[in-house]
């Protein structure tokens, strides 16, 4: 299983930059996959998470309204599109995947390397 999260960078508060995440090595549709941050200083926190056994995606407080995470099956794609960014959204952002899910990080065992998102001006 491997995952390769791109798109982060320096965007502008109230930007809108879409993250990918490539996944290869396992069918998107028999895993729970997940985005999860980390800002400094701070524990990496579950953004958007996806959960194969009830199809639902769940979204932290701080983003619901804001991001919405997407999949394309056939290209084994996922996607975290990112609205309204404000300071806060600060943090390097990856992508995981689990056969089980899990609001914990600890619980995820298949990570892509991070890609970091700085809102500034």
């Known amino acids: 299983v491997q995952l390769q999260a791109s798109g982060g960078g320096l965007v502008q508060p109230g930007g809108s930059p879409r993250l990918s995440c490539a996944a290869s090595?396992?069918?998107?549709?028999?895993?729970?996959i997940g985005w999860f941050r980390q800002a400094p200083g701070k524990e990496r926190e579950g953004i958007a998470l996806f959960a194969s056994s009830d199809g639902n995606t769940y979204y932290a407080d701080s983003v619901k309204g804001r991001f919405t995470m997407s999949r394309d099956n056939a290209k084994n794609m996922v996607y975290l599109q990112m609205n309204s960014l404000k300071a806060e959204d600060t943090a390097v952002y990856y992508c995981?995947?689990?056969?089980?899910?899990?609001?914990?990080?600890?619980?995820?065992?298949?990570w892509g390397m991070g890609t970091q998102v700085t809102v500034s001006s």
């Open positions: 090595g396992f069918t998107l549709d028999d895993y729970a």
């Open positions: 995981t995947a689990d056969q089980s899910f899990s609001p914990w990080a600890d619980d995820w065992d298949y």
